[in-house]
């Protein structure tokens, strides 16, 4: 049995839009989990890092027990002015909070955000810094992630560090508050350095080469290493991301079986 660890007190949490379709939809029997009750059970399935989603998860990977893992998309991201079943996507993974490289995938599902690829090797200058969330670096055990990270980097680079914080405000993040677009931080950037932020996304797209933790997205075709930051590799990325629009699906798609059925092709199911 899939146990679905939601916030049973808010009934308004964007999570029901994933949750109610994997309940009608999933290939085995559901129950919904209290997510602020340390409740260890698996399989299980988590949106975000809310509660105790994040302590309850460590626990599972310590026993190597099965999860699975939504949150916001790779491409698609929800408007709260605008929200419909069919025009926002949620990410899934299992045993990880990112999606992971699959090699092989159509170019429908990323076509369709028709989104370009852009050059941005004329001049390259600052590392730009795109810290993920609080809850990102708590569930890492690394809340000191940024002023660690640009001691590091210090070592071994004097070039200029510009820091972008996640944009945030009337009860969102991401994109949609961002007062500056990541596309102009990103302009004549050497490189850009994260954690686990869906910024890596964009910086590929801009040929950016990208510093990583191992569990990001990106970490299987970028760097993980900030001791080679004067020596970033970059790689392609349309497999990737391919992949990870077959990874990412809307609250109509887990409602009407396409979720699953791609999840099972893939053999992520």
């Known amino acids: 049995m899939l146990s679905i660890y939601a916030p049973i007190e808010n009934q308004n949490s964007k999570c029901w839009s994933v949750f109610e379709g994997i309940q009608k ?4 029997s559901t129950q919904i989990v209290n997510n602020t009750k340390n409740l ?6 988590f949106w975000g890092l809310v509660n105790l989603n994040s302590d309850i998860i460590h626990q599972l990977e310590q026993n190597k027990q099965d999860y699975y893992f939504t949150d916001t998309p790779y491409f698609g991201r929800f408007d709260n002015q605008n929200l419909k079943k069919d025009n926002h996507y949620w990410r899934f993974s299992k045993n ?3 999606a992971k490289l699959i090699n092989g995938c159509p170019a429908d599902r990323f ?3 028709n989104v370009k690829f852009e050059d941005n090797t004329t001049s390259r ?3 730009l810094i795109c810290p993920s969330s609080a809850g990102i670096h708590r569930y890492l055990d690394h809340n000191t992630w940024l002023d660690d990270t640009i001691n590091e980097i210090k070592k071994y680079t004097d070039r200029p560090i510009k820091v972008r914080i996640k944009p945030r405000g009337r009860g969102t993040s991401g994109p949609s508050e961002a007062k500056v677009p990541l596309s102009e931080d990103l302009k004549n950037a050497f490189c850009c350095v994260t954690s686990c ?3 890596a996304v964009e910086s590929l797209m801009m040929r950016v080469p990208v510093f990583c933790h191992k569990k990001s997205f990106a970490a299987e075709i970028s760097n993980t290493d900030l001791s080679q930051i004067e020596n970033p590799v970059y790689q392609d990325p349309t497999e990737l991301l391919r992949g990870l629009c077959y990874q990412q699906f809307t609250p109509e798609e887990y409602e009407n079986g396409k979720a699953v059925s791609i999840l099972k092709d893939f053999k992520i199911l």
């Open 96 to 98: 990880n909070i990112h």
């Open 111 to 113: 076509e369709k955000f």
């Open 125 to 127: 200058s600052h590392i």
């Open 25 to 28: 939809t999933w290939p085995e």
């Open 197 to 199: 932020s869906i910024s």
């Open 40 to 45: 260890v059970k698996s399989p299980a399935m």
